[in-house]
Nanobody, 124 residues
């Protein structure tokens, strides 16, 4: 059984930082591209960042480029999202997701497995 479990969310002030973690189990981890999406109240779930199976390639939404960094540890089966210089518009539930195949992709329909999400709230 595949499980993705996020952690690390919380309340932070504008300009602050958070590091999200996602623990994956039940899948051949290096064969899966991993991604972070987010969903704010009343909005569609949107792509944030993705990383290829071998960690050689990353992709970021324009809104987070230069502020967020996605990484993975293929020994520990973990994915991380380092978020710096947080803004109120970053407030959302953040989801970890896994897509079969190593290449990065942005379409949420291509992601087979999802975590339960972790809340990030940025206060001004």
């Amino acid at each position: 059984q595949v499980q993705l479990v996020e952690s690390g969310g919380g309340l932070v002030q504008v300009g602050g930082s958070l590091r999200l973690s996602c623990a994956a189990s039940g899948l051949p981890f290096t064969n899966y591209a991993m991604c972070w999406f987010r969903q704010a109240p009343g909005k569609e779930r949107e792509f944030v960042a993705a990383i290829s199976g071998g960690a050689s390639s990353t992709d970021y939404a324009d809104s987070v480029k230069g502020r967020f960094t996605i990484s993975r540890d293929n020994v520990k089966n973990m994915v991380y999202l380092q978020m710096n210089n947080l803004k109120p518009e970053d407030t959302a539930v953040y989801y970890c997701a896994a897509a079969s195949g190593r290449r990065t992709r942005r379409a949420k329909d291509e992601y087979l497995y999802w975590g339960q999400g972790t809340q990030v709230t940025v206060s001004s």
